[in-house]
Each structure stands twice: as structure tokens, then as C-alpha cells.
């Protein structure tokens, strides 16, 4: 049973989706060319064509924060893609034998990777390979592999004692067939509200990275870099902060909302729970 | 007690040796070898071979780990192959900062989240307690260094009341030290705080379902009452886990911190020692951040078993 829609996916799905629709569109169309550099235009005041003015490089502000929504959203999927894809299967695997050294082993190599946070890991592969977008994505998709495994452990020890898989199990099903008929349906709600999480940690990620200068490089346009180009106008230009950080703050705002939206859309009993509060 | 403590320290130390093994072995893929990089394009291959024995790096990988691993121990992180001096004390001196920034957040956080969480449980079903979850939800979507951009603006720019910048120590000036690190430690504080606030609302409103809270109010005592003599304890335990969970947040989130304030501490030295390619640098503070954020996990868990004796058998 799925429950009625929620005030928290409602919003999160609106904000989301206007990040979405902003990338999509910069394929095709942006109010002037983010990385062009126009002397003449230098901090130009919002107005003439130019909604959100411009950077010291005469940069539009307004297709700057466009293009910076793909890239947000090209780091989030694909660190996501990292995380989910490396973390799931090792949870499901570690849930189906909680009692076995693999288990324990995959558990404790899970800790380790935990201590190396995105940000550390970006540094240390900025030093090695050069920093850049790549790089950071790898990063927060390491650094997030960890709370994948987790989430999916936790919730396939939960369906491996139902009924239904000890009928399949008695049935003679092997594992990999349980796995996949049975316990990757079962938990695939919860991962989709982790994902949602992780996105928004994911966006986080790469605007502090870029920040430091170890995220997407110039001329890319990135939210983070954004913010700290605008740093030192600060006291003369401050909307230049003002919009890379309401984008990056709403964009964090709305994969949250979407995953708590979700999680009582797809968990009813929780729905229940909650409504009782 | 005693032997789930061993084995949690047991843990500890293995991973810290497993994660050391880890950094090295990173650090060492990395191109272009220390002493050429030193002495530059024009040197003579037997100057190259000298400076190598004397950074010690013509030795074997396993040695090299061994010596600097076993110095990690007593304190001693090298000598730069950059700048010739010893790593350890720089580090040590970074440290300091660090902490008092991390601390000094925390506890912002914590006078922020404990009331704040214990107020929007208590009144949850009241607009007030929805506004508290609504912008605790909010604070969780600002970063940190965007947080610290907004407090220069409106403090620094606007009010001029607190530099935007710089760092004093606290041995020069006490209240200039205040100063220099209130806004950091807001920019720190307002963010976990925020996110702290949702785990302590949770954790309150999870306990006041209990029975052994309703059998207190029925003993009579008031509602802030009961909480306080028994709900308190019960409700810090899934608090504890969190705030180390973000205690090792706040240490990375302090890095960046250090970058929008200027200040002096470790982050700013990775990322010097990045910039400036000093790999036995990098190496050393990239391992006394891994190595405190374990500290933090074994911690948390030594603070599990304190707080609630069910957890010892549990494991």
C-alpha cells in the first residue's frame, strides 16, 4: 500500500524539479554565454537583459547559476550511482549472513572507509591525479559507500526473517535468487530515500569542494566556486554570494524534503507513526 | 565491561593501523619523486641520490612505512621535504587551533539543539514546535562556509562589529581570540545545531511514549520533570551517537571553515601543504584527521556502553 501524497514531497519534488528543469534548459538555451568574459559588463547591475547582473568578469550571473545546476546535478548522480551501486550489494550481502566473517569483514572495511570523509579523499586524489570534477565525484561516491552498506544491512536483516523468504529459501531458491527476487524489491524504498539523502549531502559536498578549489574547475561554472569568487566582493557586491548560496540551500532543501517526503509515501507504517504524534 | 572496551579498543588500533597503511600507500603513487622535485631540472644525478638518503626515501617502501608509522607513535611526522622543518610541531600548533574551533562549535550546537529539540517535542503538536522543525530543517541545507559568508556580511560588513576575518592566539590577546573565533564558531555551531535539533526532538519524543514516563507522571511529577529525572539519560543515548557522528563532521567542516576566516589550523595547513606539494606534510595531517575521526568512533562507542549497560552484553 502506498500512502497520499505529503506537504514534504510535494515542496521537496517542486524545488527539485526546478533544479532540474534549470540544467535541462542550459543544454539548449542560457540568457547569455555563463563563461563569456566581458570586460565592459564588470559587476553590471541586475536589469538590461541580465536578471541577476554579473561577476567581476562580466560573467551573467543568472546562466552561471543554470549551467551550475548541471553540474551539481552531474556530481549527485554520479556519486550517488558510486555509493549506491558499490554499497548495496555489499549490505545485502553482509544482511543475508549477519553472523559471518564476511559480514564482519565487509562491516569493518565499511568503518574504515567511514573515517575518510569526501573531503579528505578529494584532497588527497586533487594531489595525486590533479582536483577537478572527476575526481571529486569519486570522492563523495567513495565517501558516501559506507552509508549505503549500512542502510541496506540494517533493512535486509530485517526482510531475511519474514516468512517469504524462508518459504523461498525451503523452496530451494539459491541466494543470488533471493537476493535479487526477494530482498532487492523488498528494500528498494529505503534506498531510494537514502539516495535522496545522499543527494543533498552530495550537493554539499561538491559546493565545499569547489569552494577549496578542489572541486570543477574554471571555466565550468560550479556553485561553490561561485561562493568563493564572491568572497572578496563581499563588502562592495554581496548579491554575488547571495545567489549561488540560496541556490545551493534550496537545492540541499529539496533532495532532503524529497527523501523525508518519501520515506512516509513509501513506508505507510511510519505514516502511522507519525500521524499519532 | 571490561572485555567489550578491549575489543573496542582492539578495533580502534587495528583500523588506525589499517588507515595508516592506507594514506601511505597513497601518498606514495603520487608522481614525481621528493628529491628531484627539490633540487629541480638542473641537478646532477649524484646530488639527487644524495638528497634521496638523506630524506631517506631510497629506501624500501616497508621501511619507510615502518619509520614513519612508528614515529607517529611518539610524535615525531618527519621533516619536510620542502621547507626542512619538523612536521610534528606544525601540526601540533595547528591542532590547538582546530579543536578550540571544532569545541567551541559543538558547544554552540549543543545549546542550540537540547533545548530547541526538547521544546519542538514537548510542543509538537503546537505551531511553535513545527516552526522549531521547519527551521531546523532549513539550518540542515545551509553549509557551513555559506553560513560564515552570511555572519561576515551581517556582522563584519553590515554591523561591523567583529572582524571578518584573521586569527589572534589566545596567549596574545584573551578577548581578541574571542573575538576572532566568535563567527567561526557560530558559522560551526548554527549548522550542527540545526541538525542536531532534528535527532534531539526524535530522541525526546521516542521516550515520552515510554511507559516508565508515564508511570512517573502518574507518581505526579510534571511533565519537564519526569523528562528531566528519567527521560534525559534514555533519550541521550541515540544523541551520543549522533554527536560524535557529527563531531567528525565538524572536524572536516572546520577545514573549510578555516578557508572563509583565515584561520591558522589544520585545514588550512593541508591545504598549504597541498598547494605547495609537501607530500610528507599532507601525509602527516591527512592522518591525524583520519585517525581523530576513529578516535571519535571508539568514543562514542565507550560513551554507548556508559550510558546504557544493555549495549555491554549486547556485543
Given amino acids: 500500500m502506498r500512502g497520499r501524497l505529503n506537504a514534504s514531497l510535494v515542496a521537496g519534488g517542486v524545488l527539485v524539479a526546478i533544479v532540474v528543469l534549470a540544467a535541462l534548459v542550459s543544454f539548449v538555451w542560457t540568457p547569455h554565454d555563463p563563461t563569456l568574459v566581458d570586460a565592459a559588463g564588470k559587476l553590471r547591475e541586475p536589469g538590461d537583459g541580465y536578471l541577476l547582473g554579473a561577476d567581476k568578469f562580466g560573467r551573467d550571473t543568472f546562466s552561471q547559476l543554470m549551467v551550475g545546476a548541471r553540474t551539481t546535478l552531474y556530481v549527485g548522480i554520479v556519486a550517488v550511482g558510486i555509493a549506491a551501486l558499490i554499497g548495496t550489494p555489499l549490505g545485502v550481502l553482509a544482511g543475508m549472513t549477519p553472523l559471518g566473517w564476511l559480514s564482519e569483514l565487509i562491516m569493518r572495511v565499511n568503518d574504515l572507509v567511514f573515517a575518510f570523509p569526501a573531503l579528505l579523499l578529494a584532497v588527497m586524489l586533487g594531489a595525486v591525479y590533479g582536483a577537478g570534477t572527476l575526481t571529486a565525484m569519486i570522492a563523495i561516491g567513495v565517501a558516501t559507500v559506507p552509508a549505503f552498506a549500512r542502510v541496506a544491512r540494517a533493512a535486509t536483516m530485517q526482510v531475511m526473517v519474514t516468512d517469504y523468504i524462508l518459504a523461498a529459501r525451503a523452496a530451494g531458491r539459491r541466494r543470488t535468487a533471493v537476493a535479487f527476487r526477494h ?9 531510494i530515500v537514502q539516495a535522496s539523502v545522499s543527494f543533498a549531502i552530495a550537493i554539499l559536498a561538491e559546493a565545499a569542494l569547489s569552494f577549496l578549489g578542489f572541486g570543477t574547475r574554471p571555466p565550468i561554472p560550479s556553485w561553490g566556486r561561485m561562493l568563493q569568487e564572491s568572497q572578496e566582493l563581499l563588502f562592495s557586491t554581496p548579491r554575488l554570494a547571495l545567489w549561488p548560496g540560496l541556490a545551493i540551500a534550496l537545492a540541499v532543501l529539496g533532495f532532503n524534503l524529497l527523501g523525508d517526503g518519501l520515506r512516509d509515501y513509501l513506508d505507510p507504517k511510519l505514516r502511522r507513526i507519525r500521524a499519532e504524534r | 565491561m571490561i572485555l567489550y572496551l578491549l575489543k573496542r579498543l582492539g578495533v580502534f588500533v587495528a583500523s588506525t593501523a589499517v588507515a595508516g597503511v592506507l594514506v601511505f600507500a597513497f601518498m606514495a603513487v603520487l608522481p614525481g619523486d621528493p628529491a628531484e622535485v627539490a633540487l629541480g631540472v638542473n641537478a646532477t644525478p649524484e646530488a639527487v641520490a644524495a638528497l634521496r638518503a638523506e630524506f631517506g626515501t631510497d629506501r624500501p617502501a616497508v621501511t619507510q612505512f615502518a619509520d ?7 610524535g615525531d611526522f618527519g621533516t619536510s621535504y620542502v621547507t626542512s622543518a619538523p612536521i610534528g610541531p606544525q601540526i601540533a600548533e595547528r591542532l590547538n587551533v582546530t579543536v578550540a ?12 539543539a537540547v533545548p530547541a529539540g526538547t521544546f519542538a517535542a514537548v510542543h509538537h503538536r503546537n505551531p511553535v514546535g513545527a516552526a522549531i522543525s521547519a527551521a531546523s530543517q532549513v539550518g540542515i541545507a545551509v553549509p557551513a562556509f555559506l553560513a560564515g559568508i552570511l555572519l561576515v556580511f551581517v556582522f563584519a560588513v553590515k554591523a561591523q562589529a567583529l572582524p571578518s576575518g584573521g586569527y589572534v592566539p589566545i596567549a596574545d590577546d584573551p578577548a581578541e581570540w574571542l573575538r576572532s573565533l566568535l563567527l567561526p564558531w557560530l558559522s560551526l555551531g548554527l549548522v550542527q545545531g540545526a541538525v542536531l535539533t532534528r535527532y534531539v526532538r526524535s530522541a525526546v519524543l521516542d521516550v515520552m511514549r515510554d511507559d516508565y514516563l508515564r508511570t512517573a507522571r502518574a507518581k505526579g511529577r510534571g511533565r519537564m520533570g519526569a523528562l528531566w529525572r528519567h527521560g534525559l539519560r534514555n533519550a541521550s543515548v541515540p544523541v551520543v551517537t549522533v554527536l560524535g557522528l557529527q563531531l567528525a563532521t565538524l572536524l572536516i567542516g572546520a577545514v573549510v571553515v578555516e578557508r572563509v576566516f583565515v584561520i591558522p589550523g589544520l585545514g588550512d595547513l593541508l591545504l598549504n601543504g597541498v598547494a605547495g ?3 610528507l606534510l599532507v601525509q602527516g595531517v591527512v592522518m591525524v584527521l583520519v585517525a581523530a575521526v576513529l578516535l571519535i568512533n571508539f568514543l562514542v562507542d565507550v560513551a554507548y556502553a556508559a550510558l546504557d549497560p544493555r549495549l555491554r552484553g549486547a556485543r
Avoid: E
Wanted: avoid cysteine; charge should be neutral; aromatic fraction near 6%.
Fill in chain 2, 68 to 74: 614513519w608509522f612508528g614515529g607517529l607513535v611518539t
Fill in chain 1, 183 to 191: 530482498v532487492l524489491p523488498n528494500i528498494s524504498s529505503v534506498l
Fill in chain 2, 101 to 112: 574551533l571544532v569545541l567551541g562549535g559543538m558547544v554552540i550546537a549543543l545549546l542550540i
Fill in chain 2, 277 to 279: 606539494r609537501d607530500l
